[in-house]
Nanobody
Framework: EVQVVESGGGLVQPGGSLRLSCAAS????????IGWYRQAPGKEREAVSC???????LDYDSTKGRFTISIDNAKRMVYLQMNSLKPEDTAVYYC???????????WGQGTQVTVSS
């Protein structure tokens, strides 16, 4: 069974930092894209950042340098270092795993990030 589990969310003040982690397990494909989406209250889910496992190439990054995605292929984990957080970054952050060779993808359950003073 494929599992995608996020952790690291919480409450942080504006200007602060958080590091999200995502652990993916139970899958057999070797080439995949893994990354982060977020959904704020009343808004559609949007892509944040995504990286390819094969070469660590960044597939997508909407954060304009404030967030940094990194991947540990051996552990099958992806991280999102979020700096200079703003209240508008408040959302549920979801980890997404997409196979590069099969028509399958998987979502985590989400972790809440709240930026507020």
């Amino acid at each position: 069974e494929v599992q995608v589990v996020e952790s690291g969310g919480g409450l942080v003040q504006p200007g602060g930092s958080l590091r999200l982690s995502c652990a993916a397990s139970g899958f057999t494909f070797d080439d995949y894209a893994i990354g982060w989406y977020r959904q704020a209250p009343g808004k559609e889910r949007e892509a944040v950042s995504c990286v390819w496992s094969s070469d660590g190439r960044l597939d997508y990054d909407s954060t304009k340098g404030r967030f940094t995605i990194s991947i540990d292929n051996a552990k099958r984990m992806v991280y999102l270092q979020m700096n200079s957080l703003k209240p508008e970054d408040t959302a549920v952050y979801y980890c997404h795993l997409l196979s590069a060779t099969r028509p399958v993808d998987y979502w985590g359950q989400g972790t809440q990030v709240t930026v507020s003073s």
